[in-house]
């Protein structure tokens, strides 16, 4: 007895990350091979990450027609001594399987990469390398995808990787236009800008981004990112921004956005319109105070996380709009990121304590004049469902944390089980000692990485004064001793 085909491809579906078993199952038969080859060729970039080779692009590029190819981007590939328009115009050979149509999953990084890994072993240079010929192979392979019948599920694509993308150097438009025909079902679009001196400060109406996101059936989330060219000037800022989310409001999830300048946008209306988020992040944004006047009749009634961080962690957000915003998000929120001096952490708290009884991580920023609020009201103590709690510090500002740990330990609420300190803090034993006094909370988590100066009878002590609860402590490994192997978790912190 023979299973039925679609039986099989329930079967392989399951082993759809273990390439080996699936490259052996295509050889066994033809029915067999059929169903594995699309499987397998879903994602083949990140099979091939650790082991990176020309052949991916070399089968791709078989697939090339004169109709993918502007007139454009034949002269920049001829530049550099690539010649499609006789030689790879024309397949090769007939391929059994139409491979650029079972993609799936792409990260224009990866197709950057793998184009330069395919430029340097197959081209003699002519002239000195440049990002160009990668960005010009990889937009015409994406093209290439798109004509071919790829369906993406996900689609990572940095600008960057074609030419300013938004600001039509080579025309960025004609890709987002020709993936809104064929991609229809993306979950996750990430999109981001590169700013660039060439830009005039025109109005941007972003209108192929907007095409793209009005084809999709369910998109869920939505994250974008504006990245300064050499300078951050108001000349080459995003203008009159209004981007049509409307037509996702039924599924779309989840809206970030990271290193935005809001000068010149209009406000964010479109915003409030998405009725079923559960996440609103901005993180590092300038200016967002000025776009956010619509979010006082805001109505969020299912948003489970918001972040608000602004530019090096500055927060100009009136008292009464985040007020509102807090207590109109239901008893749904559980995650709220947010800077706060000593005025809006009474503000917001309260709001909490009021409407989110149930919050679960709270991110905050303290400067010195929280040792007074810590001090009187014990913020946080009160939030009993609080699980999580990472402090930072206002940039680059000074705190006395002598004085101010203790207070913290204070006000940790009963029942926290993770604490983080994201702060360069320096205190003394002294200091750490009231603060574990002080503190009631059965932390498991206590991750300390990014304090400063600290001593191995800081690391004894907090051992031994969380010794019934402690899993796990988190120390950079310029503090760590041997004697600790076993007990401490050992990170060496990175800048990003």
């Known amino acids: 007895m023979q299973l039925p085909e679609d039986c099989i491809e329930e079967i392989l579906e399951y082993l759809e990350d273990d390439i080996i078993t699936l490259h ?71 391929e059994i399987f139409n491979y650029p149509s079972f993609i799936k999953r792409l990260n224009s990084r990866d197709l950057y990469d793998f184009s330069l890994i395919w430029f340097i072993s197959s081209k003699t240079l002519v002239k000195p390398l440049t990002p160009e010929p990668m960005i010009t192979i ?24 074609i030419v300013f993308g938004c600001f039509v150097k080579y025309g960025h438009e004609q890709t987002f236009n020709n993936a809104a025909i064929a991609c229809h079902e993306i979950d996750t679009l990430i999109i981001g800008i590169r700013m660039n001196e060439n830009y005039s400060g025109k109005e941007e109406k972003l209108e192929s981004l907007n095409k793209l996101i009005n084809a999709q059936n369910k998109l869920r989330e939505f994250i974008f990112a504006e990245y300064p060219g050499c300078t951050w000037d108001t000349l080459t800022r995003l203008r009159e921004v209004d981007i049509s989310l409307d037509s996702q409001i039924d599924t779309l999830t989840s809206i970030e956005f990271n290193n935005v300048d809001f000068s010149f946008w209009k406000p964010l209306e479109f915003v409030i319109r998405l009725i079923n988020l559960e996440n609103l992040i901005f993180k590092n944004c300038r200016n967002l105070e000025i776009v956010l006047e619509p979010f006082k009749f805001s109505s969020f009634k299912k948003l489970k996380k918001l972040v608000m961080i602004g530019y090096e962690g500055s927060n100009n957000i009136p008292l009464e709009l985040l007020n509102n915003l807090i207590g109109q998000t239901s008893e749904t929120l559980n995650h709220l990121s947010i800077v706060m001096n000593s005025e809006l952490t009474r503000v917001v708290t309260s709001a909490i304590q009021k409407y989110h009884p149930e919050l679960i991580e709270l991110f905050i920023k303290l400067d010195q004049s929280h040792f007074f609020i810590l001090h009187k009201t014990r913020p946080f103590y009160n939030l009993i469902k609080l699980k999580k709690l990472v402090i930072s510090s206002l940039g680059n500002l000074k705190v006395m944390t002598d004085e101010l740990l203790p207070q913290l330990g204070r006000s940790l609420p009963p029942n926290l089980l993770h604490l983080e300190i994201q702060a360069p803090w320096k205190f003394s034993i002294k200091s750490l000692k009231k603060f574990l006094d002080n503190n009631q909370a059965p932390i498991k988590i206590f991750d300390i990485r990014h304090c400063k100066d600290l001593q191995d009878e800081h690391i004894i002590l907090i051992l031994n004064r969380l010794k019934n609860t402690l899993e796990k402590l988190i120390i950079s490994d310029e503090c760590m001793n041997p004697q600790f192997y076993g007990r401490v978790d050992s990170l060496r912190y990175r800048w990003e």
């Open 24 to 94: 052996s199952c295509s050889l066994v038969s033809r029915t067999l091979c059929k169903i594995a080859i699309p499987i397998l060729w879903r994602q083949p970039f990140r099979y091939k990450r650790h082991n990176p080779s020309s052949a991916l692009i070399e089968t791709y590029w078989n697939f090339l027609k004169k109709e993918y190819v502007t007139s454009e981007d034949k002269m920049i590939l001829s530049d550099f001594g690539i010649e499609i328009s006789q030689q790879q115009l024309k397949q090769k050979k007939e």
């Open 138 to 161: 990889a937009r015409c392979l994406f093209n290439t995808f798109i004509a071919r019948g790829a369906k993406f599920e996900y689609l990572f694509w940095e600008t960057e990787l």
